[in-house]
């Protein structure tokens, strides 16, 4: 913890998390990234902690913390599993979120209170396979009729497809490109016509489910639009902007939890009578990763302070992102290299925080689009 930031509320918070994923996370780590195994009730128990709904208000049964507790929250839990972490990111900055930053006052009041305690879990659908990071190319259409619309298409790569019980889905009702042709509805397991594909078998984040949202003439009444029609694709934009403070959190997590397990194994393995660590070219590499957590925290605090203060974000979310999920790749690939033949194994745990760590520069916009976006924001100053 950065001993600028520290305070008594981050440190309690920092120390309920800590605790939650040493004894309800960590025995289980293995095993579920082994059988892809997600599980749904670790959440409802993240959900008693208040982890769930960490950023919702009180009066929706929300924790109501700010984003530096939360960041706290997914750096802690990141550290042990980066799975998990994932999951509580999107379940917050994703599903949550964008009810409550961008829904009426009923929607927030029947779907946040069972949101932030993980009674339900959450969804939220804007990647198509053939509009990834071109988020105006949408395939999926809604087609009014009266007082519903009849949604077609899909959605892909969607985190809690299967195990979520409601989605927030952006959805073409306009033409592709248009800004203001696209609508967010927010939508129900058990709807007809609304269904989940097969889980993915993925590299890291196994135990963090993902798979495709399937609409077949799904009909959705227009009270669970989100805002008005056409709102959808400025409702996600801005929403991505928190989103990727919660990947560069994730991101912080997964570098530190691979820097430690490096840094204790350094002192441990011995080689020519001497501890590992005290070879030059492996104090060096851990004190050049050290110092790049340390920057990777400072970048990601930065911009939950200003999220705290209702200021924009989208340059430093942006920046973020990008620095913190590049560094934890680098920090993952050094640590098992620090392992030697012991990190290609998985007897220890830097193998798994070396598959994890690369989904965090891909997921809510790639390392590119994070630069497209920095581009942009630093024009505006020119």
Not at 28 to 35: A, G, K, P, Q, Y
Not at 150 to 173: C, E, L, Q
Request: net charge negative; aromatic share 10%.
């Amino acid at each position: 913890m950065l001993r600028i930031y520290e305070n008594e509320q981050l440190a309690l918070v920092r120390e309920s998390a800590k605790q939650f994923a040493r004894d309800f996370i960590k025995p289980h780590v293995m095993d579920w990234d082994e059988r892809q195994h997600f599980p749904v009730e670790l959440f409802k128990k993240l959900g008693e902690y208040g982890f769930m709904g960490a950023i919702v208000p009180e009066q929706y049964n929300g924790a109501g913390l700010g984003y530096q507790e939360y960041i706290t929250i997914l750096d802690e839990i990141s550290q042990v599993c980066g799975s998990i972490g994932l999951s509580v990111a999107a379940h917050n900055s994703l599903c949550t979120n964008h009810i409550l930053s961008f829904a009426n006052e009923a929607q927030k009041q029947k779907y946040l209170p069972k949101l932030a305690t993980a009674e339900w879990i959450g969804a939220w659908g804007l990647t198509e396979t053939g509009s990834g990071s071109d988020a105006g190319g949408l395939s999926t259409t809604a087609v009014k009729e009266g007082e519903y619309y009849i949604i077609n298409g899909s959605k892909t790569f969607i985190t809690h497809a299967i195990s979520g019980d409601v989605a927030v889905v952006m959805v073409r009702t306009g033409a592709k490109g248009d800004k203001k042709g696209v609508t967010a509805f927010i939508i129900e397991k058990g709807t007809p016509g609304f269904s989940a594909g097969k889980k993915l078998d993925k590299l890291g984040m196994r135990a963090s489910e993902t798979a495709s949202l399937f609409f077949d003439n799904c009909k959705v009444h227009q009270d669970q639009v989100i805002g008005e029609e056409g709102d959808g694709f400025v409702q996600a934009l801005k929403l991505l902007d928190g989103g990727r403070i919660s990947i560069a959190a994730l991101s912080l997590g997964i570098a530190r939890g691979a820097y430690l397990s490096a840094l204790r194994y350094a002192n441990e393995r011995e080689q020519f009578n001497q501890k590992i660590y005290d070879f030059q070219a492996v104090g060096f590499s851990i004190a050049d990763l050290a110092t790049k957590i340390e920057a990777s925290e400072l970048l990601v605090r930065q911009a939950g302070q200003l999220k705290d203060e209702g200021k924009k974000v989208t340059k430093e979310s942006a920046m973020a992102k990008l620095y913190a999920s590049e560094v934890a790749v680098e920090v993952a690939n050094e640590s098992v290299q620090i392992h030697g033949g012991y990190g290609f194994t998985k007897d220890y745990p830097a193998e798994k925080y070396f598959r994890d760590a690369k989904l965090c520069t891909i997921g809510e916009g790639t390392s590119a689009i994070q630069k497209m976006v920095i581009s942009r924001e630093i024009r505006k100053d020119a």
